[in-house]
């Protein structure tokens, strides 16, 4: 190995274009990697790779072979996600807008996804004090199942960008209700 980075190096030197260059690196490099690895392993794989599944079906973690591993529906669970952007549910506006991106739950699920994370802004789920609709939170939810997917929910409160005030941008779009000040 030691004489195969030497070879890069003398061949960098000599002109080899950066990005051939840098294709060969990375196979020497992978090869490093794979030279590094023991050729029998001083304990048996099968037990740490394999992860029992759990009685319990309420999203949970465990811990497994000295490690926490989620499960969800009893299963232990990798979350491969992508967020939602929030600038299109506007304020005032919800029930025209809340479908906004529902070509992306479909999308995800073509492209191999398990997980969404969307956004929920607490003006959607309570727009006047005291009064709640819920209809956003369960049309997702709907749209999640639809496409086999998991969600997690990004719930904005009262500053959810950070800016000091209630609104999301200088339009005045709210994330919080009204009736906050």
């Known amino acids: 190995m030691t004489i195969l980075l ?3 190096v003398s061949t ?3 002109g080899l274009r ?3 260059w840098w294709i060969l690196s990375f196979l020497v490099f992978s090869a490093l990697g794979l030279e590094a690895q023991p050729s029998s392993p001083a304990i ?3 037990d740490v790779w394999q992860v029992p599944v759990s009685q319990n079906l309420m999203p949970h973690f465990e811990a497994v072979n ?3 591993v989620l499960y969800v529906d009893g299963r232990p669970f990798t979350a491969l996600a992508v967020e939602i952007p929030w600038w299109n549910l506007i304020y005032g506006r919800y029930k025209e807008t809340e479908n906004a991106y529902d070509n992306l739950y479909p999308a995800a699920d073509k492209i191999g996804l398990n997980t969404l994370k969307v956004p929920i802004k607490w ?3 309570e727009p006047e004090k005291g009064v709640y609709d819920f ?3 369960d049309h997702i939810k709907s749209m999640a199942e639809k496409h086999h997917l998991k969600l997690v929910l990004n719930w904005f409160g009262h500053y959810a960008s950070g800016d000091g005030t209630i609104y999301g941008n200088l339009t005045g779009e709210l994330y919080a209700p009204m009736y906050i000040s």
């Open 66 to 68: 000295g490690r926490k």
């Open 6 to 8: 030497m070879w890069i």
């Open 44 to 46: 048996s794989t099968a």
């Open 123 to 125: 003006s959607v789920v």
């Open 135 to 137: 209809s956003y939170v």
């Open 12 to 14: 960098r030197r000599a």
């Open 18 to 20: 950066k990005s051939n």
